[in-house]
C-alpha cells in the first residue's frame, strides 16, 4: 500500500497527479534552462514555437527587471513570468490604492517609452483587445503578480491568443492591484514596468 494515496491500494489516482506535476515542472524547467544556455533556441524546425518580452522597471521602480515568455502549448498559450525588483508591499489607505499585487497586462502598443516619469509608459496604449471585450475579460486580462520579497514567478494558461498574436505588443507591470472590473483598465494604476514582445 502507498501511503501517498488517500484513496489507498494501487489506484490510478497516483500516476495521474504525479504525471500532471511532472508536466508542470518540465515545462518550467526546461524553457528556463533553454533561454539561459544561448540564443539559438527561440525557432524549432516546425516554426517559432515562443515569444518572449525582457521587462525592465521604469522611474518609478527602476529595479525591476524580468522576463516573459509565450510558449505555444495545445489549444493556446502558458504565460510566464519571472521577475524581481519588486517594491515591497504596501496597504491600502484612505486616499491611497496599495501597492502589490500588482496589475498585469498586454498593452497594445509595442513601444515603451518612459515619457512623463509621473505617469510612464503611456507609449503601450491600452489593454490589448482583440475582440473587443470589457475589461475583467480583454484577452491581456492577466492574473496579477504576487511579490515574495521583491521576486514573482508565475505560469498560468490561456486559450484567448497563440504566441505570434503577440509580437509587436507589450507587457505591462502595475503599481496596484487589478480589480477586474474598473473600466476600462482594473483601476491598476501607475505603470511601473514595461517589455516588448518579440
Ligand atoms: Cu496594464
Aim: aromatic share 12%; with cysteine; proline share 9%.
Amino acid at each position: 500500500m502507498n501511503s501517498n494515496n488517500p484513496y489507498g491500494g494501487n489506484h490510478a489516482y497516483l500516476d495521474t497527479s504525479v504525471g500532471l506535476q511532472t508536466m508542470v515542472w518540465h515545462n518550467w524547467y526546461y524553457w528556463m534552462n533553454r533561454m539561459n544556455s544561448g540564443g539559438s533556441y527561440w525557432f524549432y524546425p516546425k516554426g517559432r514555437s515562443m515569444t518572449y518580452a525582457k521587462i525592465k522597471g521604469g522611474p518609478l521602480a527602476p529595479h525591476i527587471n524580468g522576463m516573459v515568455y509565450f510558449i505555444d502549448v495545445p489549444g493556446g498559450t502558458e504565460v510566464c513570468i519571472n521577475v524581481s525588483g519588486l517594491p515591497p508591499y504596501q496597504p491600502a489607505t484612505k486616499d491611497k490604492d496599495p501597492i502589490g499585487p500588482h496589475g498585469f497586462h498586454i498593452h497594445e502598443v509595442g513601444i515603451c517609452e518612459v515619457g512623463d516619469p509621473k505617469e510612464p509608459f503611456q507609449s503601450a496604449g491600452e489593454h490589448w483587445n482583440p475582440d473587443n471585450q470589457p475589461h475583467g475579460n480583454h484577452a491581456s486580462d492577466f492574473p496579477v503578480i504576487f511579490s515574495n520579497n521583491g521576486s514573482a514567478r508565475m505560469c498560468f494558461f490561456t486559450n484567448r491568443f497563440k504566441p505570434w498574436d503577440v509580437i509587436g505588443k507589450s507587457v505591462l507591470i502595475h503599481e496596484s492591484p487589478d480589480d477586474y472590473r474598473t473600466q476600462p483598465a482594473g483601476d491598476a494604476g501607475r505603470r511601473l514596468a514595461c517589455g516588448v514582445i518579440q
